[in-house]
């Protein structure tokens, strides 16, 4: 008797099956990982649960990281509708909050200050559009592989970045701090609610919904489509390809800059060490687990947002590494890729004496 | 002292370059069956700690060397699972497994940073060593290079002549023909995948037990990602792997000397240099059309017709 995986005659999936395939796997994962440090599976999972949504405090700062992830999970998914893999967000992240610590810090306070946030918001963008530039043309040009090239980006930003806090941005009156000084009032993004939840949150949210029309209902979501789906059908349609990957690598740059503007500008307020820490690898789980569609994006977000928020709390509390929710990230993207098999198959039974159809 | 000086740099070259040879072999076994994993990254990582762990709990760096290249091996049988039995997205499960891996040897080698382990040192091959330049550059290093002198020209002749090596290639190049003369392609790209995962543990291995003997976290730094780009470079082949892996080590050797010899040139610049070369590398490769050597099949996946 073995287990074989048939064609359904109706593809679909049910949600509650669907999310008791993902969730079981990656709950019993995590179990296995707390007994191997010692801890108890249970308690560790308490204090996480605690950790994300014990209070009002803990819930905003769910939100707070769901910023960032909304704004990269956007950026991979948009270029994945094209079979584009922007491995490259935290690079792209990382140049956002380049650009908008350069004008925050050089030229804010010669402007007036209604006119600082709009352009601190374009700063970011460009930034990241900028920092996907080159893989893009790349792409277009001459097909380089832009996984590789998005990629090795990533490592050039980080260290321009530390250049940057360690050598000429760097605080005169920091005393050794590896940062630039704080921005100016102007530059601050407003925040809401006594938390630190900041005016990110409201652009993520509209650029959810901006993708969701654009893709859906426009002729350039049309486009976009069709290459992804099929460049043959594409090139006989007459859709120029190449300009269309680069528009929509600039697009997804320009959102990861957004995230870097968003931590830089409503976080940190100046650019300093604890800019690169994954939000660019992690809008690849949130763009995948939303099945790339940007209404979904901001859901699984949170839902990420909450794993990371609760690793941090087990961190704290039970001095057990962080890093155990980039664990459970990866068995959940993981996860993910194993279930949807079962929107078009179905498992079944086969006695060995049973002919298969 | 400049030709002192260059022949060091050789032999160190050599042995930056091993790490990354030894995964970029493994990408091409994996890519020549038909399955991409671009989880190397986190194969290296898990390898890397694996290797350090079981070194510094036996004593032996010979059982830490295998028990890396046995732990990427069980990492990609992770990719292998979800891709050939559930037909996942190659490309999606190959970036999960480098967040998982890296993810999972942050996470249980915490502990172990600043521990030391028993690792590799170089020695004098007999004779070989004696060869006028090429012996210091090439016959004075610790045992993990020299037998991965042996497995370029092994894998050569496996892809090559052995029955076993071509059933691989069909499996990546033409599943339906491969189908059709009795071959499992399943079969084969499971051998693929745990094979490469096993080589690019492997070379995570050689990192912390030969190149820097400590163990510390992100240790593989993008040496997985820059393995996956020289198989583009290398057309595939295993000859070519090598070269591309001895490129990539002399420009770090290279860049590390610079900045110990404290050059006006800022060590940010030094630092980005094995990235820009990778970007520059891969470029040239497209030049050269890089998809009439690929994998016909490449990242495929197939019906299981059993």
């Not at chain 1, 990982?33 to 308690?43: K, R, S, T, Y």
């Not at chain 1, 380089?144 to 970045?161: D, G, R």
């Not at chain 1, 060490?273 to 859901?299: E, H, K, S, W």
């Not at chain 2, 400590?214 to 020289?230: D, F």
Request: neutral net charge; contains cysteine.
């Amino acid at each position: 008797m073995r287990l074989k995986l048939e064609k359904k005659a109706h593809s679909g999936l049910r949600i509650v099956p669907l999310t008791l395939m993902i969730a079981a796997p990656v709950l019993l994962a995590g179990a296995v990982l707390f007994e191997a440090v010692g801890a108890d599976p249970l308690a560790a999972y308490a204090v996480m649960l605690q950790g994300a949504l014990g209070n009002w405090f803990n819930c905003s700062e769910v939100l707070v990281k769901a910023i960032p992830l909304m704004l990269t999970g956007l950026a991979v998914a948009v270029a994945a509708r094209m079979q584009l893999w922007n491995i490259g967000c935290e690079g792209q992240l990382v140049c956002g909050g380049i650009f908008a610590a350069g004008f925050a810090l050089y030229a804010a306070d010669a402007l007036p200050a209604p006119a600082v946030i709009p352009i601190l918001i374009l700063a970011g963008f460009a930034g990241g559009a900028l920092w996907a530039l080159i893989p893009a043309l790349l792409k277009a040009r001459w097909n380089v592989n832009e996984i590789i090239s998005t990629l090795m980006f990533n490592y050039v930003a980080v260290i321009l970045m530390q250049h940057l806090y360690f050598g000429p941005w760097r605080d005169p009156m920091g005393r050794g701090f590896p940062g630039t000084a704080m921005f100016v009032r102007s530059a601050w993004l407003p925040r809401f609610f006594h938390t630190r939840i900041h005016l990110g949150l409201f652009i993520a949210l509209g650029a959810a919904l901006l993708l969701y029309y654009s893709l859906g209902h426009t002729t350039w979501g049309y486009r976009v489509t069709v290459i992804g789906l099929s460049p043959q059908a594409a090139r006989y349609a007459n859709f120029d390809a190449g300009r269309q990957q680069i528009a929509v690598l600039l697009i997804s740059g320009g959102l990861a800059g957004l995230a870097g503007m968003g931590e830089v500008c409503g976080i940190h307020l100046r650019l300093q060490q604890g800019l690169a820490v994954g939000y660019g690898y992690d809008g690849i789980i949130v763009a995948f687990l939303a099945y790339l569609n940007p209404l979904a994006v901001p859901l699984v977000a949170l839902l990420l947002a909450g794993l990371i928020v609760g690793g941090e709390q087990l961190q704290a509390v039970a001095h057990l590494p962080a890093s155990i929710s980039m664990v459970l990230e990866g068995c959940l993207l993981l996860a993910i890729l194993a279930a949807t098999v079962f929107s078009t198959h179905r498992l079944r039974i086969v006695r060995d004496d049973e002919e298969g159809p | 002292m400049t030709e002192n000086f260059a022949i060091s740099l050789l032999a160190a070259a050599v042995q930056s370059g091993t790490p990354i040879l030894y995964a970029t072999l493994g990408e091409i076994l994996c890519e020549k069956s038909g399955v991409l994993n671009l989880g190397v990254e986190g194969i290296m990582m898990i390898g890397a700690l694996a290797g350090f762990m079981a070194a510094a709990s036996t004593g032996s760096p010979l059982l830490g060397f295998l028990a890396g290249g046995a732990c990427g091996a069980l990492l990609a049988a992770v990719h292998g699972w979800v891709c050939l039995s559930f037909r996942g997205n190659q490309v999606v499960s190959g970036l999960a497994l480098t967040i998982l891996g890296s993810g999972l040897a942050d996470y249980l080698g915490t502990p172990f940073v600043g521990r030391q382990a028993p690792g590799f040192d170089p020695f004098a091959l007999p004779l070989l060593s004696r060869v006028p330049l090429l012996g210091d550059i090439f016959f004075n290093q610790d045992l993990l290079v020299y037998i991965s002198y042996l497995i370029v020209p092994l894998m050569w002749i496996f892809l090559r002549n052995t029955r076993w090596g071509l059933s691989l290639r069909c499996a990546g190049e033409n599943p339906d023909a491969a189908v059709a003369n009795g071959i499992s392609v399943t079969a084969y790209r499971w051998m693929g995948t745990l094979g490469g995962g096993f080589l690019g543990g492997l070379g995570g291995a050689y990192l912390s037990l030969a190149y820097t003997h400590l163990w510390s976290n992100g240790l593989s730094a993008g040496r997985g990602w820059i393995a996956v780009a020289l198989v583009i470079f290398a057309f595939w082949r295993p000859e070519r792997a090598l070269m591309g892996a001895y490129l990539f080590g002399g420009v770090m050797a290279f860049q590390l000397r610079l900045q110990a010899a404290g050059t006006s040139i800022p060590s940010s610049i030094l630092l980005m240099l094995p990235y820009a070369l990778t970007i520059f590398v891969i470029v040239l490769a497209s030049w050269r059309r890089p998809q009439s050597a690929m994998p016909t099949s490449l990242g495929v996946n197939v019906e299981p017709t059993e």
